[in-house]
């Protein structure tokens, strides 16, 4: 049984290879997201940066619209926040709903106004957000918008992907990868340009930075409109969209991809610390000093984006010589790959916290913790995105893309509260703790990972007979 994305793309161009082997559309959309990731990732890079050192500080704190209100209700009737609380519960805030509202975006487009007019309205809503970010009084109402757009832009992207490809076209899983590359393409060189401004000038230089590149993600889309996938929405009479019927064992492996995205779930609540308390852990106890000059902590996001890429490519051609040998690793196997890397990379602070002490770790410590957790991101994130999108059912394509996107929200969600325990332990207890995190992830694919297996292959072969 093949996907409704899968009867779409046999429709499109199935001989259309323009870039590097791939439909021409791939190339605006990786450059859209590219852009998109210049400006997102570059602001999570240095967000709790940013409200720790100015912005959470009198005399700008007071002039965010509508802060005394976020205020109270992030502290809910507890005892007041300290700028690091604040700071790691918007991060948190932000990369959740970030990842949780496209599924609202699939919703929106499936319904009512086609992948097409969601995406330029996302794109479009997230220019006028990072404009917002530019002024002190508009963080907040940025920071919502932000939200509000990539729950537009986000899941549809990734519909367009699926759907430049026909049944069976080996080359989806590849073009998946073309995408993992530009959002790290843009995450790495955001550090070098924004990050770099942000410390050097001013933050709001860093900002500015940011809002060209969002504003290039939607002039870059709507200059490949004639090659994207033109939207297919069957209306009923009343005007809304027609889905396709779902099956009783439609519902059933849509249950069990909700149980194979948890690993995604533990792997990022873990992993996004490097965006979140590692810029602060490493800006107060990390020797940056090499021959005299002090590394920008957002430099660390730049070698985040570098090892993203090497490790994808690397994974590929692994992956490509293993099928090749008629050897291929199966999902849930290189899962547990990317969470071994997890454990090693967290245990690495750990253990360069607690040799420090009260003094500071070595450089090294910080480039051998992305050595390990960013080559690992292919093995659990990009493995999870292509599972949902090649084994959804039809019916709920789009919404289990979405499902895949509440898994990464929900990992971002539990980061920041994780964040909060920063400055009520110590630097060796909390990356312990977050070792702990990624064992969690190896000890669930190894005790749930053969049955969700079975149970995929099983609809396969059920839908091939």
């Known amino acids: 049984m093949t996907s409704a994305v899968d009867e779409l793309g046999a429709r499109l161009r199935p ?6 082997g791939h439909p021409r559309g791939l190339a605006y959309l990786v450059g859209v997201e590219g852009f998109a990731a210049f400006a997102y990732f570059g602001l999570q890079a240095w967000l709790t940066l940013y409200m ?15 802060f005394d209100l976020y205020r ?3 502290q809910g009737g507890g005892a007041p926040l300290t700028p690091v609380d604040i700071a790691s519960q918007t991060f948190g805030v932000l990369t959740s709903f970030a990842y949780a509202f496209p599924l609202v ?48 832009m986000k899941c549809n992207l990734m519909v367009q992907i699926g759907q430049l490809y026909g049944p069976g076209d080996a080359r989806r899983t590849s073009g998946f990868a073309f995408y993992l590359i530009a959002a790290n393409t843009g995450s790495f060189t955001s550090p070098l340009i924004a990050g770099t401004l942000a410390e050097d000038v001013s933050f709001r230089a860093g900002l500015i930075a940011l809002a060209v590149g969002m504003s290039l993600a939607l002039v870059s889309y709507l200059m490949g409109r004639a090659h994207l996938p033109p939207d297919t929405i069957r209306r009923t009479g009343d005007g809304t969209a027609k889905p396709p019927p779902l099956s009783r064992p439609d519902l059933k492996i849509a249950l069990v991809l909700v149980a194979a995205l948890v690993p995604e779930v533990l792997y990022f609540a873990a992993y996004n610390q490097a965006f979140d308390i590692f810029p602060v852990w490493a800006a107060d106890h990390v020797n940056r000093r090499i021959f005299g000059f002090e590394m920008p902590v957002t430099w660390f996001s730049t070698l985040d984006g570098l090892l993203t890429i090497a490790g994808a490519m690397a994974a590929i051609r692994l992956w490509d010589w293993q099928a090749a040998r008629g050897r291929p690793m199966g999902d849930m196997a290189r899962m547990a790959v990317g969470a071994v890397m997890g ?11 607690a040799l420090s002490g009260a003094g500071q ?20 994130d990009t493995v999870s ?17 979405g499902v ?42 190894a005790l749930a990972g053969p049955p969700i297996a079975r149970a995929l292959a099983n609809r396969n072969a059920e839908a091939a007979r």
């Open 15 to 20: 001989k259309d290879s323009d870039f590097f």
């Open 52 to 66: 720790t050192r100015q912005l959470l500080l009198p005399g700008h704190a007071e002039h965010i619209i509508g």
């Open 72 to 74: 109270r209700v992030l």
């Open 105 to 152: 975006g699939a919703f929106i487009a499936d319904r009512w106004l086609g992948q097409r007019r969601t995406m330029i309205l996302g794109l479009s809503v997230m220019v006028v957000a990072y404009l917002a970010l530019i002024t002190e009084q508009g963080f907040l109402i940025g920071i919502f918008l932000i939200i509000a757009g990539m729950g537009l």
């Open 343 to 353: 454990i090693i990379g967290f245990g690495i602070l750990a253990v360069a916290a």
């Open 361 to 380: 770790a070595p450089l090294i410590a910080g480039v051998g913790f992305f050595l390990f957790v960013d080559p690992a991101i292919t093995w659990v």
């Open 385 to 401: 995105m292509a599972l949902v999108s090649r084994a959804a059912p039809a019916a709920i394509n789009a919404t289990m893309l």
């Open 404 to 445: 895949y996107g509440l898994a990464v929200a929900g990992g971002y969600f539990v980061t920041g509260q994780l964040g909060r325990l920063y400055e009520h332990m110590t630097p060796t207890a909390f990356w312990a703790l977050h070792t702990a995190v990624m064992a969690g992830c190896l000890a669930f694919l």
